[in-house]
């Protein structure tokens, strides 16, 4: 007798991303060739089943998942958003005492149970919105007390919500004003790595996955990142960090030659560092909204593609790109970066996935893999990104996390 914790009936496609359970990610030619399905037959002999669903024509696709995303801070850069629309870059706002460092001083003034508070009313649209899996960044501390504040909002939610988080240490993500790069490298890959260290052994921290490093002019040169990427894999943390987003460093080919599981925003890489990323099998994680927001030139994504790099999606939510919501980010992909929609969805599913080490069991719907689906109420799949979706007009019904409901919109 079988049992099971859920059965939709009377769906009308059923997206499964892939028809090869064994597969991974999709990439090249593959990526525009999603499986769906519009003939489902009928199970009703099942028995012993938790709860029922009626699809009411509508359609299932799997889980979403967020590539990228800096969720847990204090306080807003709303000030920025004038200086950006006059002109100022990136570098002119962070000059002028804002970007990384406003939101730093406010993190560290922040109490831990502010930080989880906040963070949880986001996770709640992030779940609304389709997001089943979220890979989550530390980066506003700057220093061990702080960083591990944040990594421990991170697993406390991890352990709380049906959202669940790959958390990344991104001690990296800059220099503060009162040391420099060699200093804070040592720092980062010594007294900061050494304390995650001691936190995972003793289970206070469980869901810290990756190391990532802000490799940019004026924080962390390409050597640095190496030696702070290669710390953090000593200590079990894969490498997924920030490249080529403002100046090409060559830190793609770095990244390639070492074997980053994952590289984010890539706006300015290099045709040498997109063929070394399709030989290594690196992620090419693309960040459409910091493009849309700064204002900057978008990453070359038909290149990537073409090149047979595996490409992924990613919110970057932050308080410079404030936007928790992946239809929004898909529909931006295929504007921004001409990407198609079959595209964007595996992006956004299983290469996302297999961008923090779950391509084989998130990302798809088959036997054997998660239960994370989304009920829509649209008659093709499409719609999710055609629609622009946002969590408020209830093309996402249901949101179910391992087979249990985890959001539910209303009537």
Known sequence: ME?????IK????????TANNDQMFLRGEEASQIQANSEIANRNSLENIEKIVDA?????LPGLVDGHSHPVFAGDRVHEFAMKLAGATYAEVQAAGGG???TTAATRKASEEELYRDFEKVSRQMLSAGTTTLEAKSGYGLETETEMKMLRVLDKLSKNSPLEISATFCGAHAVPRTTNEDDQTKAVAGEMLDAIIKAKSN???QCVENIDVFCEKGNFGVENTER???AGEKAGLHANFHAEELNCLNSAEMGARIGARAMSHL?????EGIKMMAASGTVAVLLPSTAFILRLEAPPARELLKAGVIVALGSDFNPNAWCPVMPQIMHMACIVMKM???EVLAAATINSAHSIGRGKTHGALHKGRVGDLLLLNVPKWEHLVYRSTTPYDNTITHVFKLGKLAFEAHK
């Open 340 to 342: 198609s929609i079959p």
């Open 3 to 7: 049992s099971h914790r859920l059965l």
């Open 10 to 17: 009377n769906i009308r496609q059923l997206v499964q991303v």
């Open 267 to 271: 706006e300015k890489v290099s045709p």
């Open 203 to 205: 289970g206070e921290l």
């Open 100 to 102: 990384i460092h406003f």
């Open 56 to 60: 009411n024509g509508g359609v299932v």
């Open 228 to 230: 702070i990427l290669k």
